[in-house]
């Protein structure tokens, strides 16, 4: 089968994947014999992928296109294709159709290279081997400049030849020891087990000359591309799991690129404590922002945290921990949709997040703050609306932030809203929040004991609170054991409630 030797010889260049499988006993002799049974078994699980079969020759632009490649063949084909040692390090003629498949789901469709999912698994394996034996891990992110431009002007077809492209000149420029990622559409990530910061430096460069050097070039169009990098390490910079130091060279990627592109950037904090003026922060924050507009929803928010966690430290990530989680746990009660929730829990991590970025100075103070304090606080809102209007994505998080502060009887700020004016996701951020902050201290007052929590909740049923929501919320107490209360307690709470508002229901 000639055909065989040309499809794997041209996508073991482009690093794509080549399965020859033979043995009718594992696979079963209905499905060899059937090339459209083996097609569906594979098209179930792997849309994307092409599967080519013993006959006629496939003209050449049916298997150009970037994506991985099954065939079959016979042993004599097999023997043919060992001689000349075309086949992938994945090959074995032995392994089954589900082991192949297995092989698959953890490959890029377009690259061949490791895809997101694998490498959630295997930096997870990595960093708890380097934190167990004291070694070193650094992870390296690159990103291809301007590469929407080059899809609008080139096409799509000639971006994936340049993604296709890339990927091999990745793999031939790492050791063994590496191993190389698709991370999102022009992202490539390499991680480098037992590698310090200085060394990791070293390959990065040495990636981004391999990957600019060259034009990238079809016979039609000839483009030459420039590479932005990040990078981060274990020792250095101490990341607490698998997504903090995706985030913290995303970081130093965005630097990278906010400071002109072709270039490697360090990660370190966008400012520290040291550095930090509040009285500046507002604009030094949207000059920050600015840097990370191009990137999805989970990623900016994932960096503003870290952002606020350089300064504070542990605690601030403690206590939007504690909020978000009593979040889930209330919305689940009542039934919300998984992603409506997800999207109060986003709320949460953005308004603290900004609140702290912006006025830590007051928040941390002990005592009462003056007119003039009080009334920089009182902005925060509309502060947050500002900033959240750089992101076009945080559309539905806009109208919690702005209404977190709100009163359900009307008498909060900065709208004046009543009732059900307040976005639920607003009514309900105030209630979670606030059972977070009555459980822990804070500057100017000790955190309350678990019945004086009740008696606040129910004191503020109708005036800060929604009543509906207090129910709820006492309900979620009782049954995950919140707050280590006698049943009997809250029992009572509950109906002291339901006498106050009739029209509440349990």
């Known amino acids: 089968m000639p055909s065989s030797?040309?499809?794997v010889r041209h996508n073991t260049q482009c690093i794509?994947?080549?399965f020859i499988m033979t043995d009718k006993k594992?696979?079963?002799?209905s499905d060899i014999d059937s090339s459209e049974s083996i097609k569906r078994l594979v098209h179930d699980k792997y849309s994307s992928v092409l599967c080519f079969f013993p006959g006629p020759t496939p003209r050449p632009e049916k298997f150009q296109r970037s994506v991985p490649i099954v065939t079959m063949g016979g042993p004599e084909q097999i023997a043919s294709l060992l001689a000349n040692d075309y086949l992938p390090e994945h090959y074995s003629p032995r392994t089954t159709l589900s082991q192949q498949l297995n092989i698959l789901s953890t490959r890029d469709g377009l690259t061949g290279l490791f895809n997101r999912r694998y490498l959630t698994i295997r930096l997870m394996q990595l960093l708890q081997m380097a934190k167990?034996?004291?070694?070193?891990?650094?992870?390296?992110?690159l990103n291809i400049d301007f590469f929407n431009s080059i899809n609008k002007t080139a096409g799509l077809?000639?971006?994936d030849l340049i993604l296709n492209k890339m990927a091999a000149r990745l793999t031939e420029t790492i050791d063994s020891t590496a191993t190389c990622y698709r991370f999102s559409s022009e992202d490539f990530i390499v991680l480098l087990p037992g590698i310090d910061l200085q060394k990791s430096c070293y390959v990065a460069e040495k990636i981004r000359k391999v990957c600019s050097e060259k034009p990238y070039a079809d016979g039609k169009h000839s483009i030459s591309i420039t590479i932005s990098a990040?990078?981060?390490?274990?020792?250095d910079h101490k990341p607490d799991n698998h997504d903090e130091i995706i985030c913290m060279a995303e970081t130093a990627l965005y630097i990278a690129k906010a400071e002109g592109r072709n270039r490697l950037q360090v990660y370190h904090p966008l400012y520290d404590s040291k550095e930090f003026f509040p009285q500046r922060s507002l604009g030094f924050l949207k000059e920050n922002l600015s840097r990370i507009l191009d990137k999805t929803r989970a990623s900016a928010i994932a960096s503003l945290q870290l952002l606020a966690k350089n300064i504070e430290g542990s605690a601030h990530q403690a206590h939007i921990t504690?909020?978000?989680?009593?979040?889930?746990l209330l919305g689940e009660h009542v039934g919300l949709p998984e992603q409506q929730t997800k999207t109060f829990q986003n709320s949460i991590t953005l308004y603290y997040s900004f609140r702290f970025l912006l006025h830590n100075d007051l928040l941390s103070k002990p005592g009462k703050l003056t007119g003039k304090e009080r009334k920089t606080i009182e902005d925060l809102p509309f502060n947050l609306l500002e900033l959240t209007e750089m992101f076009d994505y945080f559309s539905e998080e806009r109208s919690i932030l702005l209404g977190h502060t709100e009163r359900y009887d009307g008498t909060g700020y900065p709208l004046g809203l009543k009732g059900d004016e307040i976005s639920l996701g607003a009514r309900i951020f105030t209630i979670v929040d606030s059972l977070a902050a009555m459980s822990s201290e804070r500057p100017y007052?000790?955190?309350l004991s678990p019945p004086e929590i009740i008696e606040e909740f129910k004191k503020e049923a109708g005036k800060q609170f929604d009543p509906y929501l207090v129910l709820q919320i006492l309900a979620v107490i009782k049954k995950k054991g919140l707050l280590n209360l006698d049943t009997d307690f809250l029992d009572q709470a509950q109906l002291d409630l339901l006498k106050t508002f009739p029209k509440l229901k349990l």
């Open 5 to 7: 030797q040309t499809l």
């Open 16 to 18: 794509r994947i080549v």
């Open 26 to 29: 594992r696979i079963g002799g």
């Open 132 to 141: 167990t034996d004291d070694s070193e891990l650094s992870l390296l992110i």
């Open 157 to 159: 077809e000639f971006g």
């Open 230 to 235: 990040g990078v981060a390490s274990l020792k």
């Open 322 to 328: 504690h909020v978000s989680n009593y979040m889930a």
């Open 445 to 447: 007052r000790e955190k």
